[in-house]
């Protein structure tokens, strides 16, 4: 079973920085997309930033010149450095893994971490 397992929230003031880590494991071969998500209280989960497997990266413009998305394909983790931290970036937010390929050649469409809690308030 592939699991993703997040790390890093917390709170902090307006203007700081968090980095969020996210490391699968499973017996992982490969995994062509890692990202993050968020949800905020009474809204819908949405896309913060995702990595391909060659380095391409995606990010919601609301975070674009604050966050930084990154990856070590070795560790099969995911990293999210954020800086500049607004109250609005307040959510749960949740590691996202897309075709995840195992070394028993089993492939996993979608997996989801349980959701690491960043909380921006003074």
């Known amino acids: 079973q592939v699991q993703l397992v997040e790390t890093g929230g917390g709170l902090v003031q307006p203007g700081g920085s968090l980095r969020l880590s996210c490391a699968a494991s499973?017996?992982?071969?490969?995994?062509?997309?890692m990202g993050w998500y968020r949800q905020a209280p009474g809204k819908e989960r949405e896309l913060v930033a995702s990595v391909i497997t060659g380095g391409s990266v995606n990010y919601a413009n609301s975070v674009k010149g604050r966050f930084t998305i990154s990856r070590d394909n070795a560790k099969n983790t995911v990293y999210l450095q954020m800086n500049s931290l607004k109250p609005e970036d307040t959510a749960v937010y949740y590691c996202?893994?897309?075709?995840?390929?195992?070394?028993?050649?089993?492939?996993?469409?979608?997996?989801w971490g349980q959701g690491t809690l960043v909380t921006v308030s003074s």
């Open positions: 499973g017996n992982i071969f490969s995994i062509d997309t």
């Open positions: 996202n893994a897309v075709r995840v390929r195992t070394y028993f050649a089993r492939v996993f469409g979608e997996v």
